[in-house]
């Protein structure tokens, strides 16, 4: 009986960093659906474009470690709630953005409030359930990143055509500011995860620089780097793409583009389960055959030569970088001591945050100098290869990323 509430709190905890991470999904797809628009009325090239998204990228990925690092001393619970509250509003203020620098610095303060979520989020999951419980768990919840941007342009574009850019930000920064306060509400502070009375003063810290000298730590966050040039360029550009490559209109945008984030949330649910089930001390494999895969059915999608293959392949290119995802976060809160998981995560999230400051502005910039996408999707396929390659190095049958207290 005295498992009940605690169990409880769990799964409602759960529901709602699952829920936030929809939100935060929904918030950062808004600006890729509006481009159009928001270039249209400032009278932006590509390369712009590019700027604007990257922007965002930039502070969150500088809040990574740092978000990381207040989780675990202090705990998830107000680090998930201000910066949820923090980007909720700097989503709203996308709305009063007058030109090219209002927008970029807007879009950076914004990356800032939002990057200190994921790693705390993860941290929650540390709070909330047993080690061994850990990575199916984090897996799970990094499913709602694929669910919030499988729901975003079904939201988005009628909100967009509906009452303008401007106004749809504001509205769905109004939403996020009051999700805040649910949070509030109904997730209890449990502090330091497993370390209660005496025991959490004793407790060991997580220095930054042993985790730093881990070579484990600095090749999930290449690899993570690499298919995150994927997934943030595609989230990034596939939009535009098929509105000025393929003639599609934005009403059509937001019905094709959702599909393949739905294959992609079920690789990310399943993937640390897949990950603990099929490749214990072997998880070096499933970033390899992942990464490939990925690689290979990119290749395929950019070929493709109607809109029915490209959405099929790009649906696999999503479901199996989905498992690389799920499988470099999920890691570390295997191998982690409880007092380093936002730290180890931060940094390893770290790497796939920098890449979506890097990826959508080459792309800009290579589309701006060529006229076309061959090439950047050319960079993409590169990235792939990149991530295989470190990916080969990996010896997590053998290495640990720090020792865990008996």
């Not at 214990?280 to 499933?286: F, I, P």
């Not at 895969?293 to 493709?304: C, E, H, P, R, V």
């Amino acid at each position: 009986m005295s498992d009940l509430p605690k169990r409880n709190t769990g799964v409602i905890g759960f529901v709602l960093l699952y829920l936030a991470f929809c939100i935060s999904y929904i918030d950062r797809a808004a600006i890729s659906l509006a481009l159009a628009q928001i270039g249209k009325d400032f009278h932006l090239e590509a390369s712009d474009l590019g700027i604007v998204i990257s922007a965002f990228f930039l502070g969150y990925a500088v809040m990574q470690v740092p978000g990381g690092w207040l989780s675990d001393r202090f705990g998830s619970k107000y680090v998930v709630i201000i910066t949820i509250a923090m980007w909720s509003l700097f989503t709203a203020f996308t709305s009063v953005a007058w030109s090219l620098a209002s927008l970029v610095a807007i879009r950076f303060i914004f990356g800032i409030a939002e990057g200190g979520f994921p790693p705390a989020s993860i941290r929650a999951i540390a709070e909330l359930f047993r080690r061994d419980s850990r990575p199916k768990m984090s897996a799970l919840l990094l499913s709602s990143n694929y669910a919030g941007s499988m729901i975003a342009p079904m939201i988005m574009a009628p909100l967009i055509l509906w009452l303008g850019w401007r106004h749809a930000f504001n509205a769905i920064g109004g939403a996020g500011i009051l999700f805040a306060l649910v949070y509030f509400i109904f997730v209890p502070h449990t502090g330091r995860a497993g370390i209660t009375g005496s025991s959490a003063a004793t407790a060991p810290r997580a220095p930054l620089r042993e985790l730093m000298k881990n070579p484990l730590l600095w090749q999930l966050m290449l690899v993570w780097f690499g298919l995150s040039c994927v997934n943030k360029g595609l989230d990034s550009w596939m939009p535009l793409y098929l509105l000025q490559q393929r003639g599609l209109d934005l009403k059509a945008v937001g019905m094709l583009t959702p599909i393949p984030f739905f294959l992609a949330t079920i690789a990310t649910a399943i993937g640390g389960w897949v990950m603990t089930t099929f490749f214990a001390e072997r998880e070096k494999y499933l970033l390899i055959g992942s990464s490939a895969l990925t690689g290979l059915f990119l290749y395929a999608m950019y070929k493709s030569e109607t809109i029915t293959a490209l959405i099929v392949y790009q649906s696999l290119v999503y479901f199996f970088k989905s498992f690389v995802l799920a499988s470099v976060i999920a890691l570390p809160t295997k191998l982690l001591r409880d007092d380093q998981i936002g730290s180890g995560v931060g940094m390893v999230n770290l790497g796939g945050q920098s890449a979506g400051f890097v990826a959508p502005a080459v792309m800009g910039f290579i589309v701006t100098g060529t006229g076309s996408f061959d090439a950047a999707f050319g960079f993409l396929v590169a990235m792939t290869i990149m991530a295989v390659i470190v990916a080969a190095t990996i010896k997590t049958g053998r290495t640990r990323l720090a020792p865990v207290p008996a």
